[in-house]
């Protein structure tokens, strides 16, 4: 697996003191037939439970990654939002209904 993460991102979790980014995969429930609709999680914590991810290390970051979500062969971080809003979104991920 290939990893692209944007400068901002590496600055902005260096601001934050931050040396973990975790995506989880998250289920909201829907009224409509589907029963529930798959959400992308990211915080920038280590995850609570370390075996239901993989792991990988890129530029100094720990980067955790549920088992639960589909990849494509690279994962791209980057930087969204300004000043008090800005957060780390990822492209790269496919979310199965």
């Known amino acids: 697996m290939k990893f692209e993460l944007a400068d901002k991102v590496l600055n902005f979790m260096s601001e934050q003191g931050a040396e973990d980014v975790t995506l989880?995969?998250?289920e909201?429930?829907?009224?409509c037939c589907l029963g529930r609709l798959p959400e992308m999680k990211i915080s920038l914590q280590s995850p609570s439970n370390s075996e239901?991810?993989?792991?990988?290390?890129?530029?100094?970051?720990?980067?955790?990654?549920s088992k639960l979500l589909?990849?494509?062969?690279?994962?791209?971080?980057?930087?969204?939002?300004?000043?008090?809003?800005?957060k780390v979104e990822a492209s790269g991920v496919n979310l199965v209904l």
Do not use: M, Q, W
């Open 24 to 26: 989880d995969l998250e």
């Open 28 to 31: 909201i429930p829907s009224n």
């Open 52 to 65: 239901e991810y993989r792991h990988f290390e890129v530029g100094g970051i720990h980067i955790h990654l």
């Open 70 to 86: 589909r990849t494509n062969a690279t994962l791209k971080l980057f930087l969204t939002g300004l000043g008090p809003f800005k």
